[in-house]
């Protein structure tokens, strides 16, 4: 909508190129007081033989058509209407600049929104495979006590660990469908639209170019630097357009015209005339120059806004490319704890079930597994998020 208004504006300014052509046609209908007057006041006339004649009498009816055609161009205006086109230009790419920032973000919403519902996706996988060891253990535990070789307080532990595992599991669960709704929501999809990430969960593809140079492109490519850019520019011509209103404004005008008296028998007639009209505002009370620093000071806010999104965008860049990496170094370090983990939980249940280990062992090894996965998804969706930031940081999504 906005850029549509603009895309209007920018017309309006280049249409103050083109001659103007200004039509009137009148039509008069008179029936005079003074002419009846005459006529009843004239005296009776007689001819040589001394009869009497008709009176000579006007018609007080009047009927009479003109028309004018004005053609007017201004073919100087001490740069005013060329500052106003540019600043209307400008204005333009300014919305289109904006638009691209919304369009951004949208993207950047949509991309979060669909990680995190991967990620609940993989959160409920992970409790449930919680929920089934801990039944397992649950059986072996109640096992070992029929067979007299455990007590009925590691069964009371194992009883407690999946009632707790089942709360995670119902939790995961409300989290997931909290995640589709908002996916739904992002995307303007119904509420009861039930969207589900098709996506493996792995990490995208690494990040090549350095911290410096990912700087650079930011700066570079960033739409809210382009339009502050832009809206400087805005500011710069304005001043100028404002300042060329004192200067003077030449215009060429052509005139028309033609008129007819309908009460008389004969043809139209028809009239021209042409010139050219200066026009120069000597004093206007001071109101240029206001308007003049208005602009300035637009400009400069645009000055200190432009720096204060340059300064954003560094920030953006190194914040999304220190997550990365951070992200990058757990993805690794939980990868080898989950394979770890998994050992310990083998592990465990042998010298259970060999009579050297506890119940508590196993539990234990059993919580740090689904802590470890945890941990690997956690670090795997933060790290796909923080790359998808950090193409947002440069303009690239």
Request: charged share 20%; aromatic share 6%.
């Amino acid at each position: 909508m906005l850029w549509s208004a603009q895309k209007a504006q920018l017309d309006e300014a280049i249409a103050a190129r083109n001659p103007t052509v200004n039509a009137q046609v009148g039509y008069n209908y008179t029936n005079s007081a003074a002419t009846t007057a005459s006529n009843i006041a004239r005296s009776p006339q007689t001819d040589i033989l001394g009869r009497l004649l008709p009176p000579q009498q006007q018609s007080p009816i009047g009927h009479t058509v003109n028309g004018t055609v004005r053609v007017d161009y201004n073919i100087y205006t001490s740069g005013r209407v060329d500052a106003s086109i540019r600043a209307a230009e400008n204005t333009f790419r300014a919305a289109e600049a904006d638009f691209n920032r919304i369009a951004q973000t949208t993207r950047l919403s949509v991309a979060t929104a669909y990680y995190s519902a991967q990620n609940a996706d993989g959160q409920v996988r992970i409790r449930e495979q919680q929920v089934q060891n801990s039944e397992r253990s649950l059986q072996d535990t109640e096992a070992l006590e029929r067979a007299g070789v455990g007590t009925k307080f590691d069964v009371l532990q194992s009883q407690v660990q999946l009632a707790n595992a089942r709360q995670n599991l119902s939790s995961a669960q409300a989290d997931q469908a909290n995640s589709r709704r908002e996916l739904a929501r992002q995307l303007s999809y119904p509420p009861n639209l039930d969207l589900s990430p098709s996506d493996e969960i792995k990490p995208a593809d690494d990040w090549k170019p350095g911290l410096e140079e990912t700087i650079l492109l930011a700066l570079k490519n960033r739409s809210e630097l382009d339009v502050q850019k832009l809206q400087r520019e805005v500011a710069r011509d304005r001043s100028k357009a404002a300042l060329a209103a004192l200067g003077p404004q030449v215009g060429l005008f052509v005139n028309f015209d033609q008129f007819k008296d309908l009460n008389e028998v004969g043809g139209v007639a028809l009239g021209y005339r042409a010139g050219f009209n200066i026009n120069w505002s000597l004093f206007d009370g001071g109101v240029a120059n206001a308007q003049a620093n208005q602009a300035e000071a637009d400009r400069a806010l645009a000055e200190v806004r432009f720096t204060e999104a340059g300064n954003q965008a560094r920030f953006d860049v190194e914040s999304a490319y220190n997550n990365l990496k951070s992200r990058r170094e757990q993805i690794e370090s939980t990868t080898l704890a989950v394979k770890q983990a998994n050992e310990a939980l083998r592990l465990s249940r042998l010298r259970l079930s060999a009579g050297v280990g506890t119940q508590l062992e196993v539990l234990r090894s059993q919580d740090d597994l689904t802590q470890a996965d945890v941990n690997r998804l956690n670090a795997i969706v933060g790290f796909n998020q923080a790359l998808v930031q950090l193409q947002r940081a440069i303009n690239g999504l």
